[in-house]
């Protein structure tokens, strides 16, 4: 492999006049960097150009950090409405039993009442 195509695979770069030459690999979309820079030479970028880009890879990083939190809120609010509802559901249940057993006494006294009326009524 010449040295020229291993710099380009690995995506050196060369400076000449105080301009800076890219040479960019192949793995790399030319077509879709162009797309996302509009008006920067992917080759031969500009001093400005550079710096915009890095202003724009720290603005990105900072809005992605502030998404990952902005997740792990989100994240913790659903455990915690997860861990609610559960606790509503045993809640529920439990006042479900109680009802159950309330009205199972219930029957069992009415049962109680209609049958010392009845004994009552045949003496």
């Given at each position: 492999?010449?040295?020229?195509?291993?710099?380009?695979?690995?995506?050196?770069?060369?400076?000449?006049?105080?301009?800076?030459?890219?040479?960019?690999?192949?793995?790399?979309?030319?077509?879709?960097?162009?797309?996302?820079?509009?008006?920067?030479?992917?080759?031969?970028?500009?001093?400005?150009?550079?710096?915009?880009?890095?202003?724009?890879?720290l603005s990105q990083r900072s809005?992605?950090?502030?998404?990952?939190?902005?997740?792990?809120?989100?994240?913790?609010e659903v455990e915690k409405k997860?861990?609610?509802?559960?606790?509503?559901?045993?809640?529920?249940?439990t006042g479900i039993k109680k009802?159950?057993?309330?009205?199972?006494?219930?029957?069992?006294?009415?049962?109680?009442?209609?049958?010392?009326?009845?004994?009552?009524?045949?003496?």
């Amino acid at each position: 492999m010449t040295r020229q195509k291993r710099k380009a695979q690995e995506g050196s770069f060369q400076s000449t006049d105080g301009s800076l030459t890219l040479l960019v690999p192949d793995d790399i979309d030319h077509a879709t960097l162009s797309d996302l820079l509009p008006g920067i030479s992917i080759t031969s970028p500009s001093p400005d150009a550079v710096v915009s880009l890095y202003r724009i890879l720290l603005s990105q990083r900072s809005e992605l950090e502030e998404i990952q939190h902005e997740l792990e809120n989100t994240r913790a609010e659903v455990e915690k409405k997860d861990v609610e509802l559960d606790q509503a559901l045993q809640d529920g249940e439990t006042g479900i039993k109680k009802v159950e057993a309330q009205i199972e006494l219930t029957q069992e006294e009415l049962k109680r009442v209609k049958t010392e009326r009845d004994e009552l009524g045949m003496s």
